[in-house]
């Protein structure tokens, strides 16, 4: 499931391409395999979206000969450990399914084609934010996004209330300067 996530994240949710060239997705799949049953529905739906796409099934499990075409696509596109269901696409593939999670890193393996596809910059979709293009966003301004974000620590409001409640009752400005110096020191070593 790791696996599937990041490589959705590193292909991103490129939308499919309405037409071009002609492109094959090989999916490797295995008699009995829950994963490859789920992902069938799927790949069937990317073949009617995806004009020019034809989709080849190699059956890797029962079948030796598909199994030696699996072995023969993991060695030459490096790919180590794989297991079914394996998609491939050209010089691309993608190991695994999770329903729910491997859809994007899919429809992006299928709608890239060449090396343009691979490094396109694709938006990612956020809760509360919405989908962002991660290559249109200025460092700075996400230094200062993240930096924001990360300021509402539950636990740090805490001890920040209680800071203020042990400064209300210090008695003196003495303590009240000593309290808050310590406070701000510990929280600039932290």
């Given amino acids: 499931m790791l696996l599937a996530a990041l490589t959705a994240l590193s292909l991103g949710t490129a939308a499919l391409p309405a037409g071009g060239p002609e492109r094959t997705l090989v999916v490797f799949w295995g008699v009995g395999c829950p994963h490859c049953e789920a992902a069938r529905p799927f790949v069937e739906s990317l073949a009617s979206e995806a004009p020019g796409l034809r989709v080849e099934w190699v059956e890797a499990r029962a079948d030796p000969a598909g199994r030696a075409r699996l072995r023969a696509a993991a060695e030459r596109l490096r790919l180590a450990p794989v297991g079914v269901p394996t998609f491939v696409v050209g010089d691309r593939a993608l190991v695994g399914f999770e329903r729910g999670v491997t859809e994007p890193a899919l429809r992006a393996l299928v709608g890239a084609t060449g090396e343009e596809g691979a490094g396109a910059a694709a938006s ?67």
Avoid: K, Q
């Fill in 124 to 190: 990612l979709r956020l809760p509360w934010v919405g989908a962002i293009e991660p290559a249109h966003v200025p460092l700075p301004l996400l230094t200062v996004v993240i930096g924001l974000l990360d300021g509402v620590n539950p636990c740090a409001m805490y001890v920040l209330v209680v800071l203020l409640g042990v400064l209300l009752h210090a008695g003196s400005r003495g303590r009240v300067v000593l309290y808050g110096a310590v406070f701000v020191a510990a929280s600039g070593i932290v």
